[in-house]
């Protein structure tokens, strides 16, 4: 009931699909990927949590998985001998436990169906729904015995069939080694189970009865290498291993034809108990879908996969999950670049006031949301090989920033402009009427200019081109001046002379002033990319740590799964067996040895080189802007 619940309070938050669709269809035998699928794929941008059920046909498993999605019905159930699910199904609800996360459901076609049955298809179908998914059930019937594990031969052809790395690896280790990293849980239902769980008279769990199962066969006889084959396989590639059992949920044979339409209460009070327990682990242990590294899948990203796995099957290529995760990286840290983009542009746009009344307040705001931009870069994209993005997006704010900055100087020159045209007016008016054309007319030309000047400096807020608009304008002035002081027969000429010298003593005071502001607003300009280039490396620089940090657990881990499974072959008498781990197990502690001693090193190296290139990217753009603002004041 409280699982039900928290289904229906998330269906207000996440995405509200009535039923399931096909995500891939099978058609005679080739595999395609529905486009409806990947249009609800697309919209979902937080992470999944992907379960994926698969199982012989006429098993169950679109039961079991209705129930997950908070329905009796939905994925069809078929209620005669064919099976119903052809390729994969998709339904994706909002998680019932886990804000902020959906929870895609993955049906697959019944293997092994007689009607619509294709061994290589069932084969993919299978390794998709284990690419795919973090909680990978198989279902099936009765017991788990040695025909249940025959009938999991899909297994045994995960190695032909999925490849970790496109580049080769070292003679005498196998590709499927670094399967671990990246395959989900597996979990096991065991359908209308009859038997005790008990061993040698003693009562187990589940778990241990699947453990139990899933212990090798002693001898070299072909019979017990061939039974051996898929337990090995389930112990060497998925680690964390769940099972459960269920009863048969009722007797009556006409319930179970129609069990969609069956109200819990007419089901068997164990199997209700024995489903709420299944679905209640699938809501609070089932992990979100991420690759190796810790890389989070969002519902865009699985869509992604989807298509790239099936077009690599369709092309006669094995589906391999670092060409997958190239691909993805591509797709992805373009759009986290944009994105990141578009926030710089969108806060800026919010917090900026035009004209501001410093370069340095213009520029702080940037550093300021160039940070939050490089944040959300750093936080949606991964394996950005060379800081390629990361460059891009660095040219990228630039030229966003000297965009507002051209704007800044636009809104502050057209300000102080029509402001000084206002105050003007009156020194205009007075040469106009003729006040400074009679004696003593210099003296009262002057006395307006500087009630002017007076006046325009305290206006607030004029911006960076303040003093080089006021410059303008005494330069303009410096014609009238002149021909007004000539004109002034209340003058001498020694007077003349010295207020000529006295005019251009402060026109010359007036470019200097000008020339230090231009040359601090280059140092501001010169600190600004400093900060930028500093921010990017900080960023980047922490980044790195932590994917080294995630990287050398994901080595760990692995090689604590392989010293667990070499002890257990010793503990259970394989000792040839486990001894042939000794290689995996080798290669394992060098790579650790390897990711660990480098890291420091090759941590400076990349911080280098990607400090060098932002250097060079922006300080082309910053000498540009200097040649550009200094000519102007020799102008």
Avoid at 491 to 507: M, Y
Avoid at 526 to 536: G, I, W
Avoid at 620 to 626: E, F, N
Wanted: glycine share 4%; with cysteine.
């Amino acid at each position: 009931m409280e699982a039900l619940l928290g289904w229906q309070v998330a269906m207000a938050s996440g995405p509200n699909m009535m039923a399931p669709v096909c995500l891939v269809e099978n058609n005679i035998g080739q595999l395609s990927v529905n486009q409806e699928a990947l249009e609800i794929l697309d919209k979902i941008s937080q992470p999944v949590v992907v379960v994926a059920i698969v199982g012989l046909y006429r098993t169950g498993k679109s039961y079991l998985m209705n129930r997950l999605s908070g329905q009796n019905h939905g994925f069809p159930l078929g209620s005669m001998v064919q099976s119903e699910t052809k390729g994969i199904w998709m339904w994706c609800v909002p998680h019932p436990s886990k804000p902020n996360h959906t929870l895609v459901l993955l049906d697959t076609k019944g293997l092994g169906d007689v009607e619509k049955g294709n061994p290589k298809i069932d084969s993919w179908i299978f390794a998709l729904a284990v690419l795919l998914c973090s909680s990978f059930v198989y279902n099936s019937m009765s017991t788990i015995d040695h025909q249940a594990l025959e009938q999991l031969h899909y297994v045994t052809k995960l190695t032909e069939l999925i490849r970790a790395k496109s580049s080769p690896i070292p003679e005498g280790i196998h590709d499927s080694t670094e399967f671990v990293s990246f395959f989900p849980d597996f979990i096991w239902t065991v359908r209308d189970f009859t038997l005790e769980l008990k061993l040698n008279g003693l009562r187990i769990t589940e778990d241990e009865y699947l453990e139990n199962a899933l212990k090798l066969i002693p001898g070299k006889k072909p019979k017990a290498q061939t039974s051996n084959l898929p337990r090995e396989c389930i112990r060497h590639f998925f680690p964390k291993r769940k099972c459960f059992v269920f009863d048969q949920p009722t007797s009556d044979k006409k319930l179970l034809a129609n069990i969609e339409k069956v109200t819990e209460t007419q089901l068997d009070q164990k199997f209700q108990e024995q489903t709420k327990n299944f679905c209640s682990y699938i809501f609070t242990q089932a992990r979100p879908k991420t690759l190796r590294e810790g890389i989070s899948i969002t519902g865009k990203r699985l869509g992604t996969l989807v298509v790239t796995y099936v077009d690599a099957i369709n092309s006669g290529a094995v589906p391999c999950l670092e060409n997958a995760v190239t691909t993805l990286a591509q797709l992805e840290n373009s759009a986290a670049m944009e994105k990141a983009a578009a926030h710089y542009s969108e806060q800026m746009a919010q917090r900026v006031r035009l004209p501001t009344d410093t370069l340095q307040e213009l520029l702080d705001l940037h550093a300021a949301c160039e940070r939050q931009a490089i944040e959300i870069f750093m936080e949606n994209s991964f394996k950005d090989e060379n800081q390629e993005f990361q460059k891009k997006l660095v040219e990228l704010l630039n030229d966003k920033k000297e965009c507002f900055l051209l704007q800044n100087e636009e809104a502050s020159a057209k300000y102080c402009q029509d402001k000084l045209d206002e105050l003007s007016m009156v020194l205009t008016e007075s040469i106009t009427a003729g006040t400074s054309s009679v004696p003593g007319g210099h003296k009262f030309y002057l006395e307006t200019k500087e009630r002017v000047a007076q006046d325009y400096w305290q206006v607030p807020r004029k911006g960076v081109k303040a003093n080089e608009v006021f410059q303008r304008f005494l330069e303009l002035q410096a014609a009238i001046e002149k021909s007004i002081l000539q004109s002034d027969k209340a003058l001498t000429d020694g007077q003349k002379a010295i207020a000529v010298k006295r005019a251009k003593k402060q026109a010359a005071e007036k470019k200097q002033n000008l020339l230090i502001q231009q040359l601090q607003e280059q140092r501001q300009r010169m600190e600004a990319q400093e900060r930028s280039v500093k921010e990017n490396i900080a960023q980047l620089k922490e980044k790195l740590r932590r994917e080294k940090e995630n990287l050398i657990r994901e080595q760990n881990m692995m090689l604590d799964h392989k010293l667990k499974l070499q002890d257990e072959l010793l503990k259970d008498g394989f000792n040839k067996k486990s001894e042939d781990m000794n290689a995996e197990i080798n290669y394992w502690k060098n790579i650790i040895d390897r990711t660990t001693n480098d890291v420091i090193p090759l941590l400076a190296e990349i911080l280098e080189k990607i400090g060098s290139e932002i250097i060079s990217i922006l300080s082309t753009k910053l000498i540009d802007t200097i040649v550009k603002s200094m000519s102007s004041v020799f102008r």
